[in-house]
């Protein structure tokens, strides 16, 4: 069980009065890609972080659970579902010694060709915030801490390292910042991600308007701000304006130059109190200086959690009216024609990040032969192949060049 409040401040104000600048900092950047540094000497354990928006990625590509994509779970309008799904990555999360999983991720589906729409919920920051809270609530209930990303503005794929996304500060509450509001207030994820891009040309792992004035100031958030992965640009201006934690690890602008920094009086140590403070809480929350009660809810591709993806993915399916009376399949149909790659290669999630190695795969295929009991011919067709890619048109063809297209 996580400490009270009370609790937690009185056990950070102790730690922090036997920390040296060095400790402190240390805690303010990854030891390697997925891990944060241990302070041996005070009994501070290392934290170990991994991705997690539709199950666990294991770092080692072991097996998990695969639950829906995130554009899957918020068609379920099911926020008791989506608890339960939140709750169940939670548990494999623990099989696997991860404390804090990154996920959700709840950028506005500003564009469809954004590339990462299927990890996100919605173009409705209304109904992306609800199935959030949902999420969030259901992993940290089992001891497990979230990281609500990528904050914020971060909609598409397109320049994304290093664009801007420039708008009204209106636009920017109303529809982009809409989304983050309810989930940090009512349910208070322990980490929120700071995306890559620049908002109205401030990088936002820098972004003071952002992370000191609305996120802390105005929205009262005391949990951790950590980069992406790469996103931290700066030593003064980051600490100074918001960023608690750079990953991955090693530090390449805390670290040593942020104690320089201190020394020369660009950074306040008070400033780095207040960081090492929030990384301190986010230990302390996921039970970490208490002997980690939480290991014994582990639980890995289990029946029940395969239970809670397959009801999730049913839930989430909009299916064509069944006007005609197609299904059920009529017991005196003898013959059923099955077409398509997907059919036996199904895309059952997205790439990238989010990817989770499934525990088993059954294909529709599988699933209609299975179902149909042996008692109708299922006819297959593959159809035409996804891969390789159909081949590009000549270039020339694309030249206004007269003769060409007159002779070629």
């Not at 290392?46 to 779970?73: H, I, K, M, Q, Y």
């Not at 934690?245 to 670290?255: D, V």
């Not at 996921?286 to 980690?292: E, K, P, S």
Request: charged share 25%.
């Amino acid at each position: 069980m996580t400490p009270h409040a009370p609790d937690i401040d009185a056990r950070i104000r102790k730690l922090l009065g036997e920390m040296s600048l060095e400790e402190k900092v240390s805690l303010m950047a990854g030891r390697d890609f997925w891990t944060l540094p241990a302070i041996e000497r005070l009994g501070i354990p290392s934290l170990r972080v991994s991705d997690g928006p539709t199950g666990l990625r294991s770092v080692n590509s072991e097996a998990a659970t695969v639950f829906p994509v995130g554009v899957a779970l918020a068609a379920t309008w099911n926020e008791g579902l989506i608890h339960e799904v939140g709750a169940a990555i939670g548990r494999e999360a623990i099989a696997h010694e991860v404390d804090v999983l990154l996920a959700p991720a709840v950028n506005i589906q500003r564009t469809p060709l954004g590339g990462r729409n299927f990890e996100t919920y919605s173009e409705d920051p209304r109904l992306a915030a609800e199935i959030a809270t949902a999420y969030v609530t259901g992993v940290q209930s089992e001891g497990v801490g979230t990281s609500l990303k990528h904050y914020a503005a971060n909609n598409q794929e397109h320049e994304r390292m290093s664009g801007s996304s420039d708008m009204s500060e209106r636009t920017l509450r109303e529809i982009y910042l809409a989304v983050y509001e309810p989930v940090i207030r009512r349910a208070n994820p322990w980490t929120v991600m700071g995306a890559y891009n620049k908002v109205n040309g401030v990088f936002a792992c820098e972004n003071a308007f952002l992370l000191e004035e609305v996120l802390k100031g105005e929205w009262g958030y005391d949990g951790v701000v950590v980069s992406d992965w790469g996103a931290t640009k700066t030593t003064i201006d980051a600490a100074n304006n918001g960023l608690d934690l750079e990953m991955p690890g090693p530090a390449r602008h805390f670290g040593a130059k942020l104690v320089e920094a201190v020394r020369e009086g660009e950074v306040n140590e008070t400033v780095i109190d207040d960081h090492a403070g929030r990384l301190l809480r986010l230990i302390i929350r996921c039970g970490l200086l208490d002997g980690n009660p939480k290991s014994a809810r582990a639980e890995l591709a289990s029946d029940r959690h395969r239970a809670c993806a397959r009801d999730a993915a049913r839930q989430s399916m909009v299916l064509l009216k069944n006007e005609g009376g197609l299904l059920p399949v009529a017991p005196d149909v003898k013959r059923v024609a099955v077409i398509g790659q997907p059919a036996y290669m199904p895309a059952i999630q997205g790439g990238g990040s989010s990817q989770v190695s499934p525990d088993r795969i059954v294909s529709p295929l599988e699933g209609f032969k299975t179902a149909l009991g042996g008692k109708v011919e299922i006819v297959f067709e593959r159809g035409l192949d996804h891969e390789p890619a159909p081949p590009q048109i000549d270039w020339r063809l694309l030249s206004p060049d007269e003769s060409f297209t007159r002779h070629g």
